[in-house]
């Protein structure tokens, strides 16, 4: 968990810029951490209550799609839906990420797309 402390302590300017937009509730009421640990990863943002987790990518990850892949299949397994973004989206096309945000989030809540007739969205 100091691991993730520290992460939240140095954002990029991508993850502080995208952090006050999802910050305290303000995507249709649902609350997000940052720097979440699940298992052994740590992700960039997370909504447990809608099984979301938001990824920000720089440059460093052309080289790392292996890792990626493995990442994105360990949370997958565990329910979570993987939204990943490029840094230069965030900063030059925000509006648009957090409508992708928006409706990944709606779609989890319940009644959204993805819940089944008589049954709670998870």
Excluded at 31 to 54: E, L, N, T
Excluded at 56 to 77: I, V
Aim: some cysteine.
């Amino acid at each position: 968990m100091y691991r993730a402390g520290k992460l939240r302590g140095q954002p990029t300017p991508a993850e502080h810029l995208l952090w006050q937009k999802l910050r305290r509730n303000q995507v249709s009421g649902v609350a997000f951490r940052r720097q979440h640990a699940i298992g052994s990863y740590i992700v960039d943002f997370c909504s447990p209550s809608v099984k979301i987790v938001i990824e920000l990518d720089g440059s460093q990850h052309m080289n790392q799609a292996k890792y990626d892949a493995e990442r994105t299949a360990f949370l997958a397994e565990r329910g979570y839906r993987v939204i990943r973004f490029w840094n230069n989206d965030v900063l030059n096309n925000l509006d648009a990420v957090l409508q992708v945000i928006l409706d990944a989030v709606q779609q989890g809540l319940p009644g959204g797309e993805n819940s089944s007739p008589g049954e709670p969205g998870e």
